[in-house]
């Protein structure tokens, strides 16, 4: 990859890569500084790095995995425990900010791997054997973790919706 | 899809960070493409900074930590200062409207 | 001398939390708005977030000064897509509180379906609080503010926010 490459790679991908790390932590500043450690990462080893799907491929697994590094190292830990839960059949109803600013804390207090596999399902809309391949874990444990996950987050989303309900009326926000 | 999932494909859909992004890693970047004795000692910086993080990886995260405490408190100030805008602007309207009062009751004992 | 102290304390509690009203009745606008800011400084928050400001910035400089006397400002701010999206009745929860002693009104005033009022909180008839309420056709306004014990608090927060000319 030359410089210009990279230059292009930084302008295409910074979204992806600034996206992965703030729904992984929920947080704007960490992000970018972790966004911003990757690249550069790439940047030292831009010659073994081809640019294309390979460097997609690249970017997710260095993002990801310095997110779980410093999660890892780190003190804000206040992971909510994923335990086996029953199955849950709520739906939640239509679109509402305030529901998505509840789910983005909710997911950014799972434990790393968790979290991990639900950013990049939801967040990148990876399938099941990406993701394996990313985070270097079977298919079955991506499933797995994606089920358990999915239903605490569900459940807690919920029972949100239902504290809300209070008025009479509710009018669909766009 | 059901709408659990599309609200949580919404919630952590992709975001564009802040403004001038790509330019400060295209910077530091450049940066580390100096003379050979900067490079020396950038790497040896770096090597330090590696032990540091193996060692405990305390340091990473009280630079995370400050990090965040200086986004807080940045967003504590916006915050604050936002309060006060429109604090004041409700207060000018209160106050032409008391004005507009009493210029309409001193106009009204003028008259009698 | 002790427990006259501890009285002291808890009396001066009980009178902060009296000019502090309970705006929860207020988050049901919420699912109508098409806009919510809602911010909450307690004492606290003010102090440590003062301590950030800079004098040399214009807009700083003035915040530090209009909050260096503040105990609290708690702020919602409601913006519907049309007229008639809330009534006036609905803020009923937030009025009857007002009805306690130590609030007396200092201005209240109704137009077609607009309504302003500030009202001034007293402890020992010095005024140290308030709560105005902007109630405009597609816009909800409250604002409960702490402290404001000297008239330049008032003044100072009110001219928050006009442009100088000379900039």
Not at chain 1, 67 to 81: A, V, Y
Not at chain 1, 119 to 139: K, N, S
Not at chain 3, 35 to 56: M, N, Y
Request: proline share 4%; hydrophobic share 40%; charged share 30%.
């Amino acid at each position: 990859m030359t410089k210009t490459d990279f230059e292009s790679v930084v302008r295409e991908h910074q979204g992806m890569v600034y996206s992965i790390a703030c729904n992984f932590f929920h947080n704007a500043a960490i992000a970018e500084e972790i966004a911003q450690d990757v690249f550069l990462q790439l940047y030292e080893r831009r010659r073994s790095v081809e640019a294309g799907s390979h460097c997609v491929a690249w970017l997710r697994r260095s993002t990801v995995h310095r997110c779980i590094d410093t999660l890892r190292r780190s003190s804000f830990r206040n992971e909510i425990q994923v335990d086996v839960l029953p199955e849950i059949p709520v739906d939640v109803p239509a679109t509402d900010p305030f529901l998505q600013e509840r789910l983005r804390r909710l997911v950014a207090s799972l434990p790393e791997t968790p979290r991990a596999v639900l950013v990049l399902r939801f967040g990148e809309d990876m399938d099941a054997e990406e993701i394996g391949r990313t985070l270097q874990m079977p298919v079955r444990t991506v499933w797995s973790h994606l089920q358990r996950a999915t239903a605490l987050i569900r459940e807690k989303g919920a029972r949100y919706l239902e504290e809300k309900e209070d008025e009479p009326v509710r009018t669909r926000s766009s | 899809m059901s709408p659990f999932e599309h609200d949580l494909r919404e919630s952590l859909k992709r975001r564009e960070p802040p403004q001038g992004f790509a330019e400060s890693v295209l910077a530091r970047a450049s940066a580390m493409e100096r003379p050979h004795g900067h490079i020396q000692f950038s790497r040896w910086l770096a090597v330090a900074a590696l032990v540091v993080l193996m060692v405990g990886g305390i340091a990473a995260s009280r630079v995370i930590q400050e990090r965040r405490r200086q986004a807080d408190g940045e967003k504590a100030k916006e915050q604050l200062i936002v309060a006060l805008r429109i604090t004041g602007s409700k207060l000018r309207l209160a106050h032409e409207k008391f004005s507009a009062i009493q210029q309409r009751t001193i106009e009204l004992q003028s008259q009698q | 001398m002790r427990k006259l102290m501890l009285a002291v304390l808890m009396m001066a509690a009980t009178t902060v939390m009296a000019q502090q009203l309970d705006l929860k009745s207020l988050d049901k606008f919420a699912d109508r708005a098409k806009g919510k800011t809602q911010i909450d400084l307690d004492e606290a928050t003010l102090k440590s977030t003062g301590g950030l400001l800079k004098d040399k910035k214009a807009d700083e400089g003035l915040a530090k000064k209009s909050t260096e006397n503040l105990k609290g400002l708690f702020l919602r701010v409601f913006e519907f897509d049309k007229k008639g999206a809330y009534k006036l009745d609905e803020l009923k929860p937030i009025l009857d509180q007002l009805k306690a002693p130590n609030w007396t009104p200092f201005l209240r005033n109704k137009e077609e379906d607009e309504q302003t009022e500030i009202w001034m909180h007293r402890t020992n008839n010095e005024i140290d609080g308030m709560l105005l309420i902007a109630a405009e056709s597609n816009e909800l306004t409250v604002i409960n503010v702490l402290g404001l014990t000297r008239p330049e608090d008032f003044s100072n927060l009110k001219n928050f926010g006009i442009p100088n000319i000379k900039e």
